[in-house]
Nanobody, 117 residues
Framework: QVDLVESGGGLVQAGGSLRLSCAASGIRMNDYYMGWFRQAPGKEREFVARFSWLNSTYYLASVKGRFTISRDSAKDTVYLQMNTLKPEDTAVYLC???????????WGQGTQVTVSS
């Protein structure tokens, strides 16, 4: 059984920072593309950040320079450091894993991030 468990969400003022974690079990993280997505109320889920197979990183344009994806392979954990948060970053953030970058087959339950103005 594959489980992705996110943590680290919360309420923060605009300009603040949060670090999200995603702990994976049942898979070896290095065998999968790992990514972060988010879904705001009334909006579709959108891609936020992910690794490529060669460990390059890709970001949603609006978070580039503010968010950083990283991982600790020994712990099978991926992180999302979020700095200079804005109210429009408010969403449920979900961790995902997939064998191809175009299809993420495993998803966590999500962690709520709320940024107040």
């Amino acid at each position: 059984q594959v489980d992705l468990v996110e943590s680290g969400g919360g309420l923060v003022q605009a300009g603040g920072s949060l670090r999200l974690s995603c702990a994976a079990s049942g898979i070896r993280m290095n065998d999968y593309y790992m990514g972060w997505f988010r879904q705001a109320p009334g909006k579709e889920r959108e891609f936020v950040a992910r690794f490529s197979w060669l460990n390059s990183t890709y970001y949603l344009a609006s978070v580039k320079g503010r968010f950083t994806i990283s991982r600790d392979s020994a712990k099978d954990t991926v992180y999302l450091q979020m700095n200079t948060l804005k109210p429009e970053d408010t969403a449920v953030y979900l961790c995902a894993a997939g064998r191809t970058p175009g299809y993420f087959e495993y998803w966590g339950q999500g962690t709520q991030v709320t940024v107040s103005s």
